[in-house]
């Protein structure tokens, strides 16, 4: 039973909305920039060349955290889409 909604004073409420208001967006965020600083980084990655000849390839792979529902791919074409939301 999910009594969140029912808690909204003392040390347990305020913990519960610094979470929702202030942990969620933050982790968002923090999660989108470190996709966006992955994929600029491999892009930048496999345009160049070593010292032998060999081209670059992707420094990164991002690893999405999956809730242990059950099995999940996720595969990020384009960052700019990501919104800071939780994903189900």
């Given at each position: ?7 909204s ?36 990655h ?7 000849g ?35």
């Amino acid at each position: 039973m999910d009594v969140t909604n029912s808690l909204s004073g003392g040390t347990l409420g305020g913990t519960l909305s610094f979470r929702t208001q202030v942990l969620d967006p933050t982790r968002n965020a923090l999660g989108r920039i470190s996709v966006g600083l992955a994929s600029v980084m491999n892009t930048q990655h496999r345009s160049g060349m070593d010292l032998n000849g060999n081209l670059g390839g992707d420094f990164f792979a991002p690893q999405p955290a999956v809730v242990p529902s059950g099995a999940v791919a996720v595969s990020v074409n384009n960052v700019s889409n990501l919104t800071a939301s939780d994903y189900q």
